[in-house]
């Protein structure tokens, strides 16, 4: 099985910052099942970006994914005040998921 | 527009038996694989189990083997969760959701709470 580790546990930046989410994952996997996703508090999650790096339908683009391997890295250029919420890498591979434990980002 | 929505959650003793449903409706429903996903109380999301278009192809997390069944009914727009055996360490929300491009799952219901306790 293939685990996501994703740093740091929780990011403190501000409004306007540049954010950079790390996926590292325990052995080399195909970036088009590498997915990334936003939670915020009392809502299901969202699909942020899919295959690495396409953004799913309505995702603005102040996020962007990139990566290959097992370094993947989620971007949010310019955080906006809805973007300070959690948010999961995911990778599928032999008929199973799973996901990072995630990144909380938060007002510093 | 595509809808996921859960029902059967509810409080059940540990030992106990749920039925998830999940009702879909907005896309055509067997085309897709779906998944079922759930988060306990403040922690992570778990995949916890997966089925093909067909319903021939299944997969679960090693903790639900042999007491977690997923089907589906695609004459309904149905997916289900069949629980028995719960545990306290199943208490979470369950999401259903459907798998998209490389996997990806990329709509999700509201989700359901399960809760196990006595």
């Known amino acids: 099985e293939t685990v996501l580790t994703q740093s740091p546990g929780t990011l403190s930046l501000s409004p306007g910052d540049r954010a950079t989410l790390s996926c590292r994952a325990s052995?080399?996997?195909?970036?088009?099942?590498l997915h990334w996703y936003q939670q915020k508090p009392g809502q299901a999650p969202r699909l942020l970006i899919y295959?690495?790096?396409s953004r799913a339908t309505g995702i603005p683009d102040r996020f962007s994914g990139s990566g290959s391997g097992t370094d993947f890295t989620l971007t949010i250029s310019r955080l906006e005040p809805e973007d300070f919420v959690v948010y999961y890498c995911?990778?599928?591979?032999?008929?199973?998921?799973?996901f990072g434990q995630g990144t909380k980002v938060e007002i510093k | 527009e595509v809808q996921l929505v859960e029902s059967g959650g509810g409080l059940v003793q540990p030992g106990g038996s749920l039925r998830l449903s999940c009702a879909a409706s907005?896309?055509?429903?067997?085309?897709?694989?779906m998944s079922w996903v759930r988060q306990a109380p403040g922690k992570g999301l778990e995949w916890v189990a997966y089925?093909?278009?067909?319903?021939?192809?299944?997969s679960s997390v090693d903790s639900g083997k042999g007491r977690f069944t997923i089907s589906r009914d695609n004459a309904k727009n149905s997916l289900y969760l069949q629980m028995n055996s719960l545990r306290a360490e199943d208490t979470a929300v369950y999401y259903c959701?459907?798998?998209?491009?490389?996997?990806?799952?990329?709509?999700w219901g509201q989700g359901t709470l399960v809760t196990v306790s006595s």
């Open positions: 959701t459907r798998a998209g491009t490389g996997a990806s799952l990329d709509k």
């Open positions: 907005g896309f055509t429903f067997r085309d897709y694989w």
């Open positions: 089925i093909n278009q067909e319903g021939r192809e299944k």
């Open positions: 052995q080399s996997l195909s970036s088009s099942f």
């Open positions: 295959g690495s790096s």
């Open positions: 995911q990778q599928y591979g032999g008929s199973s998921w799973t």
